[in-house]
């Protein structure tokens, strides 16, 4: 079977200007130390930042040097993604280009980070392409991994590595490492994880093989992880199961029920209850609602309340003790 490497980089990211000249030097460093590396990949927004002010009207100016720096060193090229505004619509969109500087996908996040990445219109279609006689490849973004339902689709339409560019600075990244290596597990495949730094997240990128270890977790500083995978790790894990123990593929093809809280129409009474999409307000605001709250239904109560009984006794003085 054709070898075949795949290289994360790890790198600073400013929301205050352009960092595709960082990412071309970073590229051409990287190739020169690594010239048998075959596919890059960088995080999330690294190009630009996270600011939808950057959005951009033509993606081709983005696509366009990186056609180049494609062609240059002959690669397969996943350079982040950038906010791309269509018809009064921002899109959060990845590209992928082929040695040849075509390209071959564009992938729209399926899940922007509600009700935090305001402004941003999701995606409706996934995204899978092929490496001729390597695999198929599949590419999800950021919070779409917090949906087990967008890396499962991947998997079924025969994805056996998927490319996850993202971009994490808060403090649930611990979470995040987690659901990567369950998601290659549960999946049967290579996750590679890449965030970014400073405006482009809090670093700790991780790449999973097909049974869910750990190949590499970076720390919060600037790196290069080149990992060369062995795509006949995925076969053999699909066919004998991981650590030749389940088979999670097959017993969802399997399957002889039907997952009906998926099924069109299907009402969901729990998940409605649980209230709009909304930013959590600051604890006072809530506070305030809830004894609101609490009144209105003290007043439309029968029953009156029994009153309330402090748990702490007063102290008592005890002559004894004097």
Known sequence: MKPFSIAGIQMRVSASYSNVEAMKLKLDILMNI????????????????????????????????MQEMARKHKIWLLPGSVFHKVDGHIY????VIDPEGR????????????????????????????????????????????????????????AEVILHPTLTGTIDRDIELSIARASAAINQCYFFDINGLDAGGSGRSIVCGPE?????????????????????????????????????????????GDFEIYQKGTTHPYLDSLGPLLKPKRVKELGDLQIKEESELDRTAIPAKAPFMPSIRPEQNNDNNL
């Not at 750990?214 to 053999?236: C, S």
Request: proline content about 7%; glycine content about 6%.
């Open 212 to 256: 869910g270890r750990v190949l590499y977790q970076a720390e919060n500083n600037e790196e290069m992880i080149p990992i060369e995978i062995n795509m006949e790790k995925v076969r053999r894990s699909r066919e004998l199961g991981v650590l030749r123990l389940g088979q999670p593929l097959k017993s969802f093809r399997d399957h002889a």
């Open 92 to 95: 959060n969109t990845a590209s």
């Open 34 to 65: 690594y010239p048998w590396v075959d596919l890059v990949m960088f995080s999330e927004l690294a190009a630009y930042g996270p600011l939808t002010h950057h959005a951009l009207e033509r993606i081709e100016d983005f696509e366009e040097p």
């Open 103 to 158: 390209i071959v996908a564009r992938y729209r996040k399926m899940f922007p980070f509600y009700p935090y990445e305001v402004g941003v219109t999701p995606g409706h279609e996934f995204c899978v392409f092929d490496i001729p006689e390597v695999g198929r490849f599949g590419v999800s973004i950021c919070y779409d991994m917090w949906f087990p339902e967008t890396t499962r689709t991947l998997a079924v339409m025969g």
